[in-house]
């Protein structure tokens, strides 16, 4: 099993436990918040439901990428976990967003006094919070830590050059969900103090916002795969390296990259090599083209390779499919 493979086994089993915290922590936060009256208990409710609703999402999403390949939809194993992503952007996160934001309008609008005696409730409930969510931002951490090292990368290059959601978006919802846990928790102590319930209407609106983020990172990461956004641009330079360094190779005129999926991407090259090759030749340079491209970039799983004779444009073989070899 490579390091890949066993980051990807952390991420399911981290997706999961996420999961279950999320739902209990949305079950206490909205008792809270339906006992104490505050608006940001209940935003945060939200918060953590959009939270667990993504997760699900991720899960169905690596669930279906063990699902074998079929003529009709090559592609649609990495493109399901995007879409699902892209809906849950748009529906649970916007519609979280909202809710808090409704909330937070309402209290500044028609401010009433909380309950001084439940106060501690509200307390209690986010300093539970806050544990469970620094613990899950490790966690995160040493999935995203695990996968960098696996593609010899620093963390935040890694976090900004990645296309796998999986990773992404439980680092940042983790980082979310403890910015939204400290302005609650702000927000009800200034209320409680003060004896100002518009400190939690606005805590609500912050929190709202935060949402949004979530959501707007959400979107904009899963619209560009679906798509079919190609590899960084230091991963084709490495890819074209690749090539070049074959001493068959005299010119790399093209080379196109997709993503299909997190980790899986398609490459389609065509390249110009020197006349007078024989068929077997062609069929190791070829071999040994496929087996190098996926040992030096393990993401990718399937290549398309031109070969084109000399000086001439007439084509020697094209090719199909994985690497033989590894």
């Not at 003060?194 to 619209?223: E, K, Y």
């Not at 001439?312 to 690497?323: C, E, H, L």
Request: hydrophobic share 50%; charged share 20%; glycine share 8%.
């Amino acid at each position: 099993m490579n390091a890949l493979t066993q980051a990807g086994r952390r991420t399911r089993t981290g997706t999961l436990t996420a999961l279950l915290v999320n739902l209990v922590l949305a079950a206490a936060k909205l008792a809270a918040g339906v006992l104490s009256g505050a608006a940001v208990l209940l935003a945060e409710a939200a918060h953590s439901f959009a939270d667990a609703v993504n997760q699900l999402f991720l899960l169905a999403g690596l669930r279906l990428g063990g699902v074998k390949k079929d003529d009709r939809r090559p592609a649609a194993q990495g493109k399901d976990l995007f879409y699902g992503l892209f809906l849950a952007a748009l529906l649970v996160c916007v519609g979280a967003a909202v809710g808090s934001i409704v909330l937070g309008v309402r209290g500044l609008l028609d401010p009433r006094p909380l309950a001084p005696a439940r106060f501690v409730v509200g307390y209690v409930v986010l300093g539970v919070a806050l544990v469970a969510q620094a613990l899950a931002l490790a966690s995160s951490v040493r999935d995203v830590r695990a996968a960098a090292r696996a593609r010899e990368r620093p963390f935040w290059r890694h976090v900004q050059a990645t296309r796998d959601t999986s990773l992404k978006v439980p680092l940042y919802e983790d980082a979310a969900g403890i910015a939204g846990v400290l302005i609650a928790g702000l927000a009800l102590a200034l209320s409680h103090v003060t004896g100002d319930p518009r400190w939690d209407a606005a805590g609500a609106l912050l929190i709202g916002a935060a949402l949004l983020f979530v959501a707007w990172t959400l979107a904009v990461d899963s619209r560009a795969q679906l798509l079919g956004e190609a590899l960084e641009p230091e991963d084709r330079r490495r890819l074209r390296d690749v090539l070049h360094s074959f001493p068959e190779v005299v010119h790399v005129a093209r080379v196109l990259t997709m993503h299909l999926g997190p980790e899986d991407v398609l490459v389609n090259c065509d390249v110009q090599v020197r006349g007078g090759l024989a068929s077997s030749d062609v069929e190791d340079l070829l071999d040994r083209l496929n087996h190098r491209l996926q040992t030096e970039l393990p993401e990718v799983c399937e290549t398309f390779i031109e070969l084109h004779s000399g000086d001439s444009k007439d084509r020697i073989r094209a090719r199909v499919g994985p690497p033989r070899h590894g």
